[in-house]
């Protein structure tokens, strides 16, 4: 008996799900330091928010605080600051990286 294994999210079901308001957990690191966070982001939260609340586990702790803005970087490109988590289409336990400008 062969039992076939659909894809753990369809690309529809995923866009779908994504076009909600809805919480999720995302793995992110700040650079600089060693640890890697689970975060709870909502979809409609923006790169900024998402910067601010990586941040708040690491800087301050680990990583020195400056005086720059923030950005987020998801799949090897800086993303926009007022974009938000769906629009950028980061879905759930994927990665994120944070780094000063």
Known sequence: M???????MHTSLRESVMSEV?????SAIFDGDFVIQMVLVCTTDTMAKVAEK???HAVGKRVKPEDRDMI????????RKQATVAEVGIGPLQHVLVTYE
């Open 2 to 8: 062969i039992i076939k294994i659909p894809p753990l």
């Open 72 to 79: 987020v970087h998801y799949q090897g490109q800086a993303t």
């Open 22 to 26: 809805s919480d999720i957990l995302i």
């Open 54 to 56: 990586v941040a708040r």
